[in-house]
Nanobody, 118 residues
Framework: QVQLVESGGGLVQAGGSLRLSCAAS????????MGWFRQAPGKEREFVAA????????YYSDSVKGRFTISIDNAKNTVYLQMNSLKPEDTAVYYC???????????WGKGTLVTVSS
């Protein structure tokens, strides 16, 4: 059974940093794209960042480009999202996902809450 388990969320002041982790298990992910999405209160879920399993290609939304970095540790089956220069508008539940493409993710974690205070 595929499991994606996020961790690392919490409360941080604006301008601060957090690192989210996503531990993946239950299948071989070598052909998959791993992504981070977020959903703020009252808003639809949106794409944040993605990486292919080899780590050779990364993608970011315009709203986080230059502030967030996605990375992967293949040996640990873990995907990370380093978030710097956090803003109150980054407050959301952050979800890890895996699939063949960003627009069609097959597996989702339960999410971790990030709250950025002003």
């Amino acid at each position: 059974q595929v499991q994606l388990v996020e961790s690392g969320g919490g409360l941080v002041q604006a301008g601060g940093s957090l690192r989210l982790s996503c531990a993946a298990s239950g299948r071989t992910f070598s052909s998959y794209t791993m992504g981070w999405f977020r959903q703020a209160p009252g808003k639809e879920r949106e794409f944040v960042a993605a990486i292919n399993w080899s780590g050779g290609s990364t993608y970011y939304s315009d709203s986080v480009k230059g502030r967030f970095t996605i990375s992967i540790d293949n040996a640990k089956n873990t995907v990370y999202l380093q978030m710097n220069s956090l803003k109150p508008e980054d407050t959301a539940v952050y979800y890890c996902a895996a699939g063949n493409e960003v627009g069609g993710m097959d597996y989702w974690g339960k999410g971790t809450l990030v709250t950025v205070s002003s």
